[in-house]
């Protein structure tokens, strides 16, 4: 199973996250189209509209990902690879180290980098933390998600590409320690933390769907 996100209304929120500058961001997403707004968001932090890190598509109208950082001059904006399918799940993933203004983040689709093109260069530091996260949206709930979603997991580190390369052939099984997980697999949406820190999310307007990524299903695990 897995979690169907509806475009227009479906949000998952979490507590307060502190994560530092030190980030990756890991889904399997299978969208229907480019969400509310062409910029449906996997995950943002954040309280503002456009928040202090959000992972969306790029506003083209296409299922094109990109990634935002929000800092107090100027923003940071990346693109990554091609549009994802709307017909086939894909295992999607990020890394970015938001210490300096020259680094650019890393990407990868089905365990594989893809071309990462900058497209606004940061400058200033990043937005403050300790802020609510949100899952399918932003905290406007303005960039709503559209299609499903399942095994979200954030990570306060940077996964190497064969950290990366194992979530996406092993699953779940292969799960370091998250700072959270949301499986996205009950048969209703409650958003558990399978991470053990305790970070449930609450969800609303998401439902589920019988679909479900092409992964093993076993119980997660530790490397």
Same mark, same amino acid.
């Given at each position: ?11 998952? *929120? *979490? ?10 961001? !890991?889904?399997?997403?299978?969208? $229907?189209?480019?969400?509310? +707004? ?6 943002? /932090? ?9 992972? /969306? %598509? ?24 091609? @549009?994802? $399918? ?7 993933? !990020? =890394? ?23 497209? $606004? ?11 609510? +996260?949100?899952? +399918?949206?932003? $905290? @406007? ?10 095994? !979200? ?46 970070? =449930?999310?609450?969800? @609303?307007?998401? *439902? !589920? ?11 997660? +695990?530790? %490397?």
């Amino acid at each position: 199973m897995s979690a169907s996100f509806n475009g227009t209304t479906s949000i998952i *929120t *979490t507590p307060a996250l502190t994560l530092g500058t030190s980030v990756t961001c !890991v889904a399997w997403v299978k969208p $229907s189209g480019a969400g509310e +707004g062409n910029k449906g968001t996997i995950f943002a /932090q954040g309280t503002s509209a456009e928040g202090r890190l959000k992972w /969306q %598509f790029d506003s083209s109208g296409t299922t094109k990902l990109r990634l935002l950082c929000n800092r107090v001059t100027t923003d940071g904006e990346w693109a990554f690879g091609s @549009a994802l $399918s709307t017909t086939a799940w894909s295992h999607v993933a !990020v =890394t970015y180290d938001g210490s300096s203004t020259t680094n650019d983040p890393v990407a990868y689709l089905n365990g594989v980098s893809v071309t990462v093109t900058e497209t $606004s260069t940061p400058n200033g530091a990043m937005d403050a933390d300790a802020v609510a +996260g949100y899952v +399918g949206n932003n $905290s @406007a709930s303005s960039h709503t998600w559209n299609g499903l979603l399942s095994h !979200v997991m954030v990570f306060t580190s940077l996964l190497t590409a064969n950290e990366i390369a194992l979530l996406y052939a092993l699953g779940p099984r292969a799960k370091p320690s998250a700072y959270f997980y949301y499986p996205l697999w009950e048969s209703v949406i409650t958003a558990g933390d399978f991470s053990g820190n305790g970070r =449930t999310g609450t969800p @609303a307007n998401v *439902t !589920v769907s019988a679909e479900e990524p092409p992964v093993p299903t076993t119980a997660p +695990g530790t %490397f």
